[in-house]
């Protein structure tokens, strides 16, 4: 499992902006995959989704503060700046992006061919957001996804298990799993992920979401 394998750890910064759901869990489990990664000699790739200062070079109606400058991941704020619980290591590499994906407008994908990479590990945050947008241009670039489902989070978990069932439905390289079986698989030991067999698996009406997010969370444990 671990050759060809790279961990991306999307945007662990240090914006406080947006209140998100089990963060404590999500830090927790990053810092365990981080751990796990360094020892099994994982390349470690971190992202800084970064807005220039003067608000040159924004998306269309971004949010501003009332000086006019970005309300969220400004440039020369301690806010871009990772998390220091998960902080790089010499050695590591920092991208840092000006939208959603790691891929957009950086220099990721040559980075990944360079290292001869062809699948990721996955956390971070948003997961209906920059995870999201992450996972779907890795796909169409030709890398396998390893999802860490329990090491993303959104700001409410209705968008971080919609953006879950998406993923598993349209993403056919993507294999989910939790933290505590990631860390069986990088031991070499036995471990349980969800690779979905077709396409749309986990298709849900809005009366049945609850049924489809209790059905991919029974797949990411072992049954007894």
């Known amino acids: 499992m671990r050759n060809h394998i790279a961990y991306l750890v999307i945007d662990m910064q240090q914006e406080d902006g947006f209140p998100l759901h089990d963060f404590a869990t999500v ?41 006019g400058r970005p309300a969220s991941y400004c440039a020369a704020t301690r806010q871009v700046e990772i998390l220091p619980r998960l902080a790089p290591q010499a050695g590591d590499y920092v991208i840092d992006k000006p939208r959603y994906s ?3 407008r950086t220099e990721l994908d040559a980075q990944l061919k ?15 957001a920059c995870v999201l947008a992450t996972v779907f241009d890795a796909f169409a670039l030709g ?3 390893d999802l860490i489902t329990d090491a993303c989070t959104s700001t409410t978990s209705a968008a971080h298990y919609s953006s879950l069932l ?24 036995a471990f349980t992920s969800c ?13 049945t979401l609850f049924q489809a997010i209790a059905h991919l969370q029974s797949s990411l444990t072992p049954q007894e």
């Open 143 to 145: 890398y396998r996804v």
């Open 166 to 189: 998406i993923m598993a439905n349209w993403v056919y390289s993507i294999e989910l799993f939790n933290c505590e079986q990631y860390l069986h698989a990088l031991r070499g030991e």
């Open 102 to 104: 790691a891929f957009h």
């Open 114 to 128: 360079g290292l001869g990479v062809n699948r990721l590990m996955i956390s971070g945050v948003l997961t209906d």
């Open 195 to 207: 690779k979905p067999s077709a396409p749309d698996l986990f298709a849900h009406r809005p009366d």
């Open 27 to 67: 830090l927790d489990n990053c810092a365990a995959l981080i751990c796990a990664a360094r020892v099994a000699g994982i390349p470690l790739i971190y992202t800084r989704h970064i807005n220039n200062a003067d608000a040159s070079d924004l998306p269309p109606d971004e949010p501003l503060d009332r000086n």
